[in-house]
């Protein structure tokens, strides 16, 4: 089975912090992405990285960067964290095939900014 | 643009059937996927259509309609933990980068 692990599952920060979330997958999935969940808005992509050093864009990247130094591992960071960044943050990864594309989502981890 | 429209909430009762339909415009089309996801849980995966048609699995049906830009989940006798919400998403494109997400439908079954 595919596992997506997120370093947390509840996080509390401060205004201004600079916060890091951390997700690891198992299954060596070139693709790895990073959502945030809202009621109401439903899930919008934050940033994406198709391969080791690469990444893209997605809808919502203000406020955000990532880091991929590692097939298996992406970050996202909050450089100064506001109180419009708390959501609940889920990472997902997929193969780069378009016959096994399902992505996998890890448990997520719900930020609280104060 | 990229538009997937779903209904927001829906209601049924415990052993009953619930149709959950699924409207997409999207600049390309590579797949269609559902999602289920429990409160305050990761979302899981369902189902998957590329092709026209009906696939089944379980007491869980997914239809797709390519030319329609249409697709359902068919959830056949319900249970109490069947009450979730259920995601559309549309693959975009062929490298598996841009799936593209529906607001969820939430489900709620009662005895």
């Known amino acids: 089975d595919v596992k997506v692990t997120q370093s947390s599952r509840y996080l509390v920060k401060r205004t201004g912090e600079k916060v890091f979330l951390e997700c690891v997958q198992d299954?060596?999935?070139?693709?790895m992405f990073w959502y945030r969940q809202d009621p109401g808005l439903g899930l919008r992509l934050i940033y994406f990285?198709?391969?080791?050093?690469?990444?893209e864009k997605g809808d919502i990247p203000e406020g955000y960067s990532v880091s991929r130094e590692k097939k298996e591992r992406f970050s996202l960071i909050l450089e100064s964290a506001s109180t419009n960044q708390t959501s609940m943050y889920l990472c997902?990864?997929?193969?780069?095939?378009?016959?096994?594309?399902?992505?996998?989502f890890g448990p997520g981890t719900r930020l609280t900014v104060t | 643009g990229q538009n997937i429209d779903q209904p927001t909430e829906m209601t049924a009762t415990e052993g009953a059937i619930v149709q959950i339909n699924c409207t997409y415009q999207t600049s390309g089309f590579n797949g269609l996927f559902w999602y289920q996801q429990h409160a305050g849980e990761a979302p899981t995966f369902l189902s998957y259509?590329?092709?026209?048609g009906l696939e089944e699995k379980g007491r869980f049906s997914s239809f797709l309609s390519r030319s329609k830009g249409y697709s359902y989940l068919l959830l056949k006798e319900l249970q109490m933990k069947d009450s979730a919400s259920y995601l559309c998403a549309v693959l975009a494109n062929q490298a598996g980068t841009a799936l593209i997400f529906g607001k969820g439908t939430t489900l709620s079954v009662s005895s």
């Open positions: 990285s198709y391969d080791v050093k690469m990444k």
């Open positions: 259509n590329v092709l026209d």
């Open positions: 997902a990864s997929s193969r780069g095939l378009a016959g096994d594309p399902p992505q996998y």
């Open positions: 299954m060596d999935h070139e693709n």
